[in-house]
Nanobody
């Protein structure tokens, strides 16, 4: 079964840090881009960070300088290091894997709550 599994979410105080992980499994095909998206209560899902197979990255303006996306191609895993977290970062964070063969997978999400 092809799937993405996120982990690392939780409750953290403002100013704190979290590291999310997302592991892809079940497919022999190579992954092109990997992304993190988030959806806050009452809002649309938005792209947070994007990384290509070659390591090029892009970030939403709201997280630039605070979040870092990275990936381990050998293990089909993508990470999101989140620092200086703010209450407005509270959301369900979803991982997305876009394969070279056109397959597009989403994880089920992991909840991140920033609150004192």
């Amino acid at each position: 079964q092809v799937q993405l599994v996120e982990s690392g979410g939780g409750l953290v105080q403002p100013g704190g840090s979290l590291r999310l992980s997302c592991a892809a499994s079940g497919s022999r095909f190579s992954i092109n881009a990997m992304e993190w998206h988030r959806q806050a209560p009452g809002k649309e899902r938005e792209l947070v960070a994007h990384i290509t197979s070659g390591g090029s990255t892009n970030y939403a303006d709201s997280v630039k300088g605070r979040f870092t996306i990275s990936r381990d191609n050998a293990n089909n895993t993508v990470y999101l290091q989140m620092n200086s977290l703010k209450p407005e970062d509270t959301a369900v964070y979803y991982c997305r894997a876009r394969y070279f063969v056109g397959m597009d997978l989403w994880g089920k999400g992991t909840l991140v709550t920033i609150s004192s």
